[in-house]
């Protein structure tokens, strides 16, 4: 007994210090993002301005924040970015909301498995471009295409991740809501759900990834006129550097963005899982 | 040596046909049962044609070579796995499938990960089968954690604790309903040495509490004498019972005055079961290499 209260001292130890540790990390990743993108934009205006490669190509950084600041500033940037940011948040959510039911559904039924899987992996592995033309055709240049194609990309990611998720339940874990008298809908709500949950935050992952390049392509090549894309491809055509970068930089911000706010989901949705370790 | 075997010989027989003075309370009649793989339209016998009484109270625990068909038995008893031939009862009526009556500790513990420990324990308790009232919960769990040393641990989520820490959870989980019958598959087989003499040594004197009947599987020989009433050998694939060893030790078996584990009678089981095995392992080797 007196090792069972031992062993027991250290692991809540263990627990206290581990936390400290993480806070202390975490003050010094900030700290030293700050300074590693800081050394990297001086970097950037010091190579722009020995002007070793072309200006118009590679405008000094300090012109690129100039025409971020001008951008928002006079009202270019900020219709095209909130049309982007809106369109693609209402294209995650049609795409979880169709993907998480359809790839559960067909994790648990080896029915639903084998009738739509050919469909689910065909869409899965062909390319989005390729659908442009035919989607132009089918809904033409509006904004219900730049959608149809953030959707088409992001949600079979969501819907394959789900359904491994569920296949891949631990069978004992299963067996234990049997063994402790867990009815059919209960092993599926109490063990085979939660079990997903991880699954599904991935899936979303992915298809933010998968969404976001969706919403490039139809933005740049659908000629709709409105959103990030089009404000990049506007500033490649007019020769306009600093501005096409500070887009680039939005986009980065922007996916990086997302997908950190997806990290704190996961965590805060499943915080039994260590992911820093993963 | 020679009176291990008057004891045991031939163990499977008289387990079938004694009449035992109290009524089984798991009875295995004549089983035969496997796995289908379909794909190959075969079927694996994993056990053949055993017929086994467990006497209530008692803790049995079952040896025999990897892969002779030890957690098929105990799937049987369980309710996942049906026989092919012959029936399992437990107070006399068929199992069907799992029941209330039989609890199940799990080699790999399966705890749910995003339950904490606390909340592990009552799953056993807030589904429809063996449903406990809300009010009863805590004070179940509350007892159930001091049987196995684990109090002051309620909020800790699996991955804070140790092997042998995450094993009490799962027997405090088994334990918590109060079954009559509580299985165990290897469940000290992921523990390191140590923790797994310790966690022999509670599960005694827990059981010496609980007073459950045990059908327990193990690898060790040492863990089955130290901990068993009747130890059952099982022989290699197909599996048919080979022996049935009574374990004629005085209990507690842990105390360390007693010193079981050096007293000779322990060393004649030990050698037995040793032989037996042996015998089935080499067997076992030679078929897999004639093949």
Redesign the interface.
């Known amino acids: ?1 007196t ?3 031992q ?2 001292t250290r ?1 809540n130890d263990q ?1 206290i210090e581990s936390i400290h540790v993480s806070r202390f990390a975490r003050l010094k990743n900030v700290a030293i993002t700050v300074v590693n993108l800081t050394i990297f934009f001086v970097i950037w205006e010091l190579v722009a301005r020995a002007e070793v490669i072309n200006a118009l190509f590679f405008p000094r950084a300090t012109e690129m924040f100039a025409a971020l600041f001008n951008g928002f500033a006079d009202g270019t940037i900020w219709p095209q970015l909130s049309h982007s940011l809106s369109n693609f948040l209402i294209g995650l959510a049609i795409s979880a909301v169709i993907g998480i039911p359809v790839g559960l559904l067909m994790g648990a039924s080896k029915v639903a498995d084998l009738i739509l899987s050919p469909y689910v992996w065909a869409m899965t592995s062909l390319p989005r471009v390729a659908l442009i033309p035919l989607l132009i055709l089918i809904m033409g240049f509006g904004n219900s295409m730049q959608l149809t194609i953030i959707v088409l990309s992001a949600v079979f990611p969501i819907m394959v991740n789900c359904m491994a998720g569920v296949k891949t339940v ?1 069978p ?2 299963v ?9 059919r809908p ?1 092993i599926y709500l ?2 085979i759900l ?2 997903t ?1 991880p699954f599904v935050i991935s899936g979303v992952n992915q298809g933010i990834a998968r969404g976001l390049v969706g919403m490039l392509i139809g933005e740049l090549l659908g000629g709709g006129g409105n959103g990030l894309g089009f404000l990049l491809d506007k500033a490649g055509e007019q020769f306009d550097a600093p501005m096409l970068y500070a887009t680039l930089i939005l986009l980065a911000v922007m996916s990086v963005g997302l997908v950190q706010a997806m990290r704190w989901l996961e965590q805060h949705a ?5 992911i820093s370790r993963a | 040596m020679g009176q291990v075997e008057a004891h045991s010989a031939p163990g499977a027989q008289r387990a079938a046909d004694d009449k035992a003075p109290e009524p089984a309370l798991i009875e295995a009649a004549h089983v035969t049962a496997g796995y289908d793989n379909r794909r190959e339209h075969t079927r694996l016998i994993a056990l053949r044609d055993v017929s086994l009484q467990v006497r209530p109270g008692e803790f049995l625990a079952i040896v025999g070579p990897s892969g002779c068909g030890k957690t098929t038995f105990i799937n049987l008893i ?3 796995v049906k026989p092919i031939e012959g029936s399992v009862r437990v107070r006399g009526s068929e199992v069907t ?2 029941g ?1 009556d ?3 500790v ?3 513990y ?5 339950r904490t420990v606390e909340r592990n324990i009552r ?2 308790m807030e ?5 406990v009232p809300k009010s009863e919960q805590a004070g179940r769990v509350a007892q159930a954690l001091e049987l196995v ?2 109090t ?2 309620e909020k ?7 092997g ?2 995450r094993q009490r959870v799962g027997i405090a ?1 088994a334990l918590v ?1 109060e079954p009559e019958i509580l299985l165990m598959d290897e469940p000290f087989g992921a523990v390191d040495a140590m923790t797994r003499e ?1 966690m022999q040594a ?1 599960l005694e004197k827990i059981i010496a509490e609980t007073r459950q009947t045990v059908v327990f599987i193990t690898h060790s020989i040492d863990e089955a004498i130290l901990l068993a009433d009747r130890i059952v050998v099982i022989s290699k694939r197909p599996g048919t019972i080979r022996e049935v060893i009574d374990v004629d030790l005085p209990r507690p078996r842990f105390d360390e005055q007693a010193d079981v584990q050096r007293s000779p009678r322990f060393g004649e089981i030990r050698s037995h079961l040793w032989s037996l095995l042996a015998d089935e392992a080499l067997g076992a080797k030679q078929e897999g290499a004639s093949r």
């Open positions: 007994m090792e069972t209260i062993g027991a692991t627990q631990e004992s874990l067996r234990a809501g049997e063994v402790f008298g867990a009815s209960q109490k063990v939660p079990y949950l499943a915080p039994w899982r260590d | 369980a309710g996942f499938g799992p209330a039989r609890a199940m799990f080699q790999d399966a705890l749910l990960p995003w799953f056993a589904n429809r089968r063996g449903h040393g684990l002051g641990f800790s989520y699996p991955h804070e604790l140790s042998g820490m989980r309903t310790a509670e």
